[in-house]
């Protein structure tokens, strides 16, 4: 299993990013995406995620309505678009790949952040100015 994340960089307040996760190695409808971040001196923290089988999203209340989860299957690629950023918004972003299957256990993994059962992308740095 092979996840790359890009898309990020400067944005400025109130501006937009596209991430993408381009994902290899794997049967893509297996699994599900999860968008995590992790700002300095701060816990991971899972904001979305997508199962690929039928596309069932899900949001963490911090991105809710500014941030959109979407996915590719011809080219293996999840995206996440990223609007009203937010200086607190700033962090590194990782797209991980899991095999978990139900919702329940797909929010608890966000909720968690929790690294087993999933692989995880090297990561794309999101700076927001104010």
């Known amino acids: 299993v092979q996840l790359v994340e890009s898309g990020g960089g400067l944005v400025q307040a109130g501006g937009s990013l596209r991430l993408s996760c381009a994902a290899s190695?794997?049967?893509?409808?297996?699994?599900?995406i999860g968008w995590f971040r992790q700002a300095p001196g701060k816990e991971r923290e899972g904001i979305s995620y997508?199962?690929?089988?039928?596309?069932?999203?899900y949001y963490a209340d911090s991105v809710k309505g500014r941030f959109t989860i979407s996915s590719d299957s011809a080219l293996n690629t999840v995206y996440l678009q990223m609007s009203s950023l937010k200086p607190e918004d700033t962090a590194v972003y990782y797209c991980?790949?899991?095999?978990?299957?139900?919702?329940?256990?797909?929010?608890?993994?966000?909720?968690?952040?929790?690294?087993?059962?999933?692989?995880w992308g090297q990561g794309t740095q999101v700076t927001v100015s104010s």
């Open positions: 991980a790949a899991t095999t978990r299957k139900s919702i329940v256990l797909l929010r608890l993994w966000l909720i968690s952040a929790r690294d087993d059962q999933a692989s």
């Open positions: 997508i199962r690929s089988s039928d596309g069932n999203t």
């Open positions: 190695g794997f049967t893509f409808d297996d699994y599900a």
